[in-house]
């Protein structure tokens, strides 16, 4: 499970990821049984594909090629969402998750060998978890990770609905933060779900409870709050972007 808050850095009006223990990061592979089937589902001749190739890669089937969908233009610049590349992102991201106010939230403060576990637990997964940089207006400024909500742990703590997909987000740079950004861009994601992903009806995020700058951004963003949430890790506020009223909200 990728951290179980879905919002941006501590502090600001968009509020705090917080990531649990990396044991749920790390429950990243599907039961062999069920890749199978969604593999065989997928291929277009319908006789499969080798379920460790790129059907169930990380830009593959399970979130629908994320690595192919368009930049979306929001009130704030051009935003597009690329497929983290180790090589060429580990040094960026790993800034950012040693700055002060990121790293008590996200607990990945350190050598750039700890964030990178992170990152391979993704990259390295079934696909059901995709880590991406958000590029604003050609400037890497966002660190997004777009998941399967419906087959990561956090589905035990909530009613799951087939293909719900869930955001979480740390903006980066310290000067972007607290100007807004954050309903923006979660906003502009959220629709960049819902009209890539034909599936999935909901986009969701579980905020802490108590964050209440995080839980305002979200309803700014046009979620809308579902209910209580017991994770292991904090009392959550299920956020829900619904695909039904994603023009009335």
């Known amino acids: 499970m990728p951290p179980t808050d879905a919002s941006t850095t501590s502090g600001t009006d968009t509020g705090t990821t917080r990531a649990p223990s990396n044991e749920d990061t790390l429950e990243l592979r599907l ?32 979130l629908d090629h994320l690595a192919d969908w368009r930049p979306t ?7 597009r969402l690329l497929p983290v590349r180790l090589e060429r992102d580990l040094p960026l991201i790993s800034r950012w998750m040693n700055d002060s106010a990121v790293a008590s939230s996200w607990k990945l403060a350190g050598p750039e060998e700890v964030t990178a576990n992170h990152l391979r637990a993704q990259l390295d997964g079934d696909g059901r978890s995709v880590p991406c ?17 419906d087959l990561d742990p956090i589905a035990r703590h909530y009613p799951a609905r087939p ?13 972007d933060r607290g100007r807004g950004l954050g309903s923006a861009l979660l906003r502009a994601v959220a629709d960049l779900v819902l009209d ?11 905020p802490d409870l108590r964050n209440f700058p995080s839980v305002s951004a979200f309803l700014t963003a046009g979620f809308r709050f579902s209910a209580e949430v017991d994770l292991p890790d904090k009392r959550a506020a299920l956020m829900i972007r619904d ?7």
């Open 243 to 249: 695909r039904l009223l994603r023009d009335l909200m």
């Open 133 to 149: 940089l958000g590029v604003l207006d050609g400037t890497p400024m966002s660190y997004w990770e777009i998941y399967r909500a």
């Open 196 to 206: 890539n992903r034909p599936s999935c009806a909901r986009v969701v995020a579980e």
């Open 31 to 62: 039961p062999d049984d069920l890749a199978a089937f969604l593999v065989e589902d997928a291929a277009p001749d319908g006789g499969g594909t080798d379920p460790g190739g790129a059907a169930l890669s990380g830009t593959g089937e399970l």
């Open 73 to 79: 233009v929001t009130p704030v610049g051009t935003l």
């Open 163 to 175: 293909h719900d997909t869930g955001v979480h987000l740390l903006i980066g740079p310290v000067a």
